[in-house]
């Protein structure tokens, strides 16, 4: 089982739709978990911070559930400039940074 | 210049070549990556520096040679490749042990392609 795992999409949306991506996570000492943004070949930026109680941040919404290992991400009013793969991320020993393989999302007009 | 910065930005070797990739930091911090992005892959860490040490090497062939001369440098050696190593490798820095990707910083990569 891969430690981290993401649908690879596409997920093809229109404008101002509302799109979610789920990832799940293998190791239940997990401590930390992030969302990344990755633009066509260009490095990985962080995007946000996910907490358990839930964190957002403009029209995106990052959420944890421990008791059954998955993070999630919810964008609201989807922009073209959306477009990108969106890498999840979790440290389970300080530093060492796990990705998933990444979810793509296209927005189209 | 600032933040972490990788030359060449691009590269094309033949499997008999020698190459290396380098990357430079400026942000002071202590402790230096290696990552391999291939196509529908995740990012798979290749090697960790820590205050120039090597301190991790995920069971990379012997074909990557890493070396981090000071804290602010680190190069990727490259020799007899294969095809299936054309990839995006990135580098990364970060100030160990605070376990805070908001201070963990990538360089834009260096796409490698072999032919």
């Known amino acids: 089982r891969k430690e981290v795992e993401q649908d690879p999409g596409p997920f093809n949306v229109p404008e101002g739709a509302t799109v979610a991506f789920n990832c799940t996570y293998s190791?239940?000492?997990?401590?930390?978990f992030f969302w990344y943004r990755q633009d066509c070949r260009k490095e990985p930026k962080l995007l946000m911070s996910v907490y358990s109680s839930g964190n957002e941040d403009g029209r995106f919404t990052a959420q944890l559930n421990r008791a059954s290992q998955y993070i999630s991400l919810l964008i609201r009013d989807s922009k073209l400039s959306d477009s990108a793969t969106y890498l999840c991320v979790v440290i389970y020993n300080t530093d060492k940074l796990i990705f998933g393989t990444g979810t793509r999302l296209q927005v189209f007009p | 210049e600032t933040g972490v910065t990788q030359t060449p930005r691009h590269l094309v070797m033949g499997m008999t070549n020698k190459k290396s990739l380098k990357c430079e930091q400026h942000?002071?911090?202590?402790?230096m990556y290696w990552y391999k992005q291939s196509a529908k892959k995740p990012l798979e860490l290749m090697f960790v520096y820590s205050l120039e040490e090597r301190v991790e090497n995920n069971s990379v062939p012997s074909r990557f040679s890493p070396e981090c001369p000071n804290s602010s440098h680190l190069f990727l050696h490259l020799h007899t490749l294969q095809p299936e190593d054309s990839a995006l490798y990135l580098c990364?820095?970060?100030?160990?042990?605070?376990?805070?990707?908001?201070?963990?910083?990538f360089g834009s990569g260096t796409r490698l392609t072999v032919v």
């Open positions: 942000l002071g911090h202590n402790a």
């Open positions: 990364a820095s970060s100030q160990e042990g605070t376990g805070d990707p908001y201070g963990y910083t």
């Open positions: 190791n239940s000492a997990s401590q930390s």
